[in-house]
């Protein structure tokens, strides 16, 4: 009796080691997937950085040469202001006017009163229902602060240590801001040279934009300078499609 009920335990314990084996079989191929899916990841990641690394490397590269060039053709120029200097009261006319349009072109460093703005996101916190992205300083702010201080007589505007051009941009990208293809994050910091006392009267007045940013918790401090010094843009304006105009046409 006892034979003929281990016989057919028998059959069981078989299927149990059989089920065992499959499962155990399962499991280690399933680990090997996992490290061989992880190994392949690690893999794609490492050349992806590898990829990016040289991609800014060339661009380090290309963005040297073009500041050699800058600076080889900005010498050019000084050489010539030099003759030009020299040679008499027609080429010193020459000489001032081109000084004045690389003032305005904004590729040359220039100094003089003014005033310094610092602006900071506002430490307060947003309350429910209060849109958060109302405590932070836009692209738009910015513009706004720039375009009071150029109507206010700015000769010279820089964000952050960027030159301030006609043909800049200055937008959102994220949690920074793009200026001349740069990116920067809050605190910003505008120079202005011009009229200190105009320049920050335009800023503060009633119901201004540093009023206006205020009320946010937007911290905007105005500070006068008897002497601030502004770079001249460091990269290379090119124009694929504003030429010279024919004569009068």
């Given at each position: 009796?006892?034979?003929?009920?281990?016989?057919?335990?028998?059959?069981?314990?078989?299927?149990?080691?059989?089920?065992?084996?499959?499962l155990g079989f399962g499991l280690t191929l399933q680990i090997k997937s996992v490290y061989k899916n992880k190994s392949v990841v690690v893999d794609t990641e490492m050349a992806r950085a590898d990829q990016l690394q040289k991609t800014i490397n060339d661009q380090k590269d290309q963005n040297d040469a073009l500041v050699k060039q800058v600076q080889s053709l900005q010498k050019t120029v000084s050489d010539y202001r030099d003759q030009a200097a020299k040679s008499g009261d027609a080429d010193k006319t020459l000489n001032d006017q081109l000084t004045n349009a690389e003032i305005l072109a904004g590729i040359s460093a220039v100094q003089g009163p003014g005033v310094t703005i610092t602006m900071n996101d506002s430490k307060v916190?947003?309350?429910?229902?209060?849109?958060?992205?109302?405590?932070?300083?836009?692209?738009?702010?910015?513009?706004?602060?720039?375009n009071e201080l150029r109507d206010a007589g700015a000769e010279a505007l820089s964000l952050?240590?960027?030159?301030?051009?006609?043909?800049?941009?200055?937008?959102?990208?994220?949690?920074?801001?793009?200026?001349n293809d740069n990116r920067y994050a809050a605190p910003f910091v505008i120079s202005a040279i011009g009229k200190p006392d105009q320049l920050k009267s335009a800023l503060l007045m009633r119901d201004g934009i540093v009023d206006v940013l205020s009320q946010w918790g937007i911290e905007v401090d105005v500070a006068t300078s008897s002497k601030i010094v502004i770079n001249g843009y460091s990269g290379t304006p090119q124009f694929n499609y504003a030429k010279p105009a024919k004569g009068g046409d």
């Amino acid at each position: 009796m006892e034979n003929h009920a281990g016989a057919k335990r028998f059959p069981g314990y078989i299927a149990l080691v059989a089920i065992c084996f499959l499962l155990g079989f399962g499991l280690t191929l399933q680990i090997k997937s996992v490290y061989k899916n992880k190994s392949v990841v690690v893999d794609t990641e490492m050349a992806r950085a590898d990829q990016l690394q040289k991609t800014i490397n060339d661009q380090k590269d290309q963005n040297d040469a073009l500041v050699k060039q800058v600076q080889s053709l900005q010498k050019t120029v000084s050489d010539y202001r030099d003759q030009a200097a020299k040679s008499g009261d027609a080429d010193k006319t020459l000489n001032d006017q081109l000084t004045n349009a690389e003032i305005l072109a904004g590729i040359s460093a220039v100094q003089g009163p003014g005033v310094t703005i610092t602006m900071n996101d506002s430490k307060v916190s947003a309350s429910s229902g209060t849109d958060a992205s109302a405590f932070v300083i836009h692209d738009i702010d910015i513009l706004q602060v720039l375009n009071e201080l150029r109507d206010a007589g700015a000769e010279a505007l820089s964000l952050n240590g960027e030159r301030i051009l006609a043909t800049s941009e200055v937008r959102c990208a994220g949690n920074v801001v793009s200026v001349n293809d740069n990116r920067y994050a809050a605190p910003f910091v505008i120079s202005a040279i011009g009229k200190p006392d105009q320049l920050k009267s335009a800023l503060l007045m009633r119901d201004g934009i540093v009023d206006v940013l205020s009320q946010w918790g937007i911290e905007v401090d105005v500070a006068t300078s008897s002497k601030i010094v502004i770079n001249g843009y460091s990269g290379t304006p090119q124009f694929n499609y504003a030429k010279p105009a024919k004569g009068g046409d």
